[in-house]
């Protein structure tokens, strides 16, 4: 399966790699504030302590770092990339019964070493002597994004920082808010990205798939967990262990249903929708299906095991809702969230009010009509007075007729 060679459950490092054995060398922590890209077998800079990583299967390698260092800046701002709660089901792999971190040799490697030990408490936040119980109250997980962090290194008796992007397949220990705190593979504590400098670069190799903003950035689930889910990318199959770095060695990890497949919604009305879903698949027999509302701790639905969707009503109009969809199983172990669908109800369909007549009001009068007006005589206009006129000469007679000769 093409994802298998992404989501590892474990990393393929050796102590040796993270010790700085005879064959490699440790880089030097000299990142001048750059984003360090870390492969599952990159040692980085300046470990901590060595491996406490497992072995992971064989067919659940990472992807290899041979792909070329991207030559685009990095996102500055840790904003700049998705963040995902804690308490996230899309963000860890492990498998049942199954450490993907030793924490006892953890705990060896740190307090044989005052100095280091004393470094590390202080970036974890705790007092020396409780660090043991600290790294005790983590769970053991596998990533399953590349994930941005500031990772600290141990230099010159003191603890060193550098900000890094690990690759999914890395074994890591998480805090009870989903948080990543450990790095396995080298021992280092890890803490919350921090902004990078405008001329920040990639260094490290890169590994197929990496994009700079595909990368996530883990936030503080919002309430404490008590157990965290877990996906096993070999047997295709959930599970869920119990917040502690011992449950999966006590044999606490259980089995639970996979999240029902393609949960779609629409609204079928002003105060309703229709929600549909494919019945979860895998071993576990599936009791029935709960259906989560946003912003609702409990479900607002719950139905029959061949049940494949539901009708919420007494919803708002034209309100939006977003929804998820668990199966359960008969000791009530729930699976993983499905996808979330967001649907939006139907505005109502309002009328304007009929107004009732109103009365018109009466006709006004409209006046007589008035009588012609007699108009003043219009003397006429003066005529010029007659001019005498010439006498005219009589025109000339034609002679008389003269007597035949």
Known sequence: MASATVVALAVVVSAAACGGGEDEQPAAADTAGDLLLQSVADTGPDPFTQSTAAKPPADALPSPANSPTPTRRPPAKPASHRSVKGSSDTLYGGSRGVDSCDVEQQIRFLTKDQDRERAFAKVAGVGTSLLPDYLRSLTSVVLRKDIRVTSHGFADGRATDFPSVLQAGTAVLVDNEGVPRVRCACGNPLTSPTALKRTARHQGTAWRGYHPKRAIVVTPASRPLTKIRLFDVVKETWIERPINSKSAKNNKDKVI?????????????????ELTWKPSKGDVKVAGYQVFQKGERKPVQEVLPDSKG?????????????????????????????????????SEQTQAPVQPDQPQPPDQPQ??????????PQPDPPQPPDQPQPDQ???PQPPPDQPDQ
């Open 257 to 273: 249903p996979s999240p029902p497949l393609k949960f779609r919604g629409r609204a079928t009305g002003p105060n309703t929708v």
């Open 310 to 346: 539901a009708r919420v009503s007494g919803l708002e109009a034209g309100s939006e809702y977003t929804f998820t969809v668990r199966a359960v199983d008969a000791s009530g172990n729930a699976s993983a969230a499905s996808n979330k669908v967001d649907v939006v109800t139907e």
């Open 393 to 395: 000469p009589d025109p």
């Open 367 to 376: 006046p007589p009509d008035q009588p012609d007006q007699p108009q003043p």
